[in-house]
């Protein structure tokens, strides 16, 4: 049995955990559970505080609980050849204290979102819960929003951590060396 804690308490981030966690190791028994942890990041992390939001998280938990993986998961925009995309990161540190990251595609944020920062002057998160109100959309999935419901924020939270965590899962190829034994 390995326990893996996740530095949150939300549901959406325990259960997206869960879920990669149980089809990467089918056959193995694991507990997943959350805990309150520090990102100690904005709001809507920018850049590299999306990276450094999910480390944070990561060690906060491992400096709080014990457990064999603890798991940062964070959302955040970052630009990209000229427009501005909303990724997730995954940090993935083992009680050893070896790291393993991965992130996710990037879904452009869309330029009604854009125009209102700009024209606004507000952050991310604070037009988000503006248009969230104003269109009476499901708080706190802005991929959700975004698309209509076609694709969810919890499809990047997976790809991160299906990314970080395959460094440790895989059974074979050039990962291999990474596995821990015990898995």
Known sequence: MIKLVVGSISERKI??????????????????????????????????????????????????????????????????????????????IDKEGREFFGYSSGLKVPDLVLDQMKKLKMEHSSVMAIIEKEYGKTPNDTWGIYSGGVITRAASLKESLRNALI?????????????????
């Not at 942890?37 to 938990?61: C, H, I, K, V, W």
């Not at 074979?172 to 034994?181: R, S």
């Open 15 to 92: 259960k997206t955990a869960q879920e990669v966690i149980f089809d990467l190791f089918k056959d193995r028994r694991a507990i997943v559970e959350g805990y309150s942890a520090f990102s100690g990041m904005p709001e809507t992390p920018y850049g590299r505080q999306t990276f450094d939001g999910a480390r944070n998280r990561a060690l906060n938990s491992k400096s709080q609980i014990v457990a064999d993986f603890y798991i940062g998961l964070e959302s955040g925009l970052v630009e990209r050849y000229g427009d501005t995309y909303e990724e997730a990161w995954a940090a993935v």
């Open 167 to 183: 460094q440790i899962a895989a059974e074979d190829g050039f990962y291999k060396d990474n596995k821990i034994k015990k898995l």
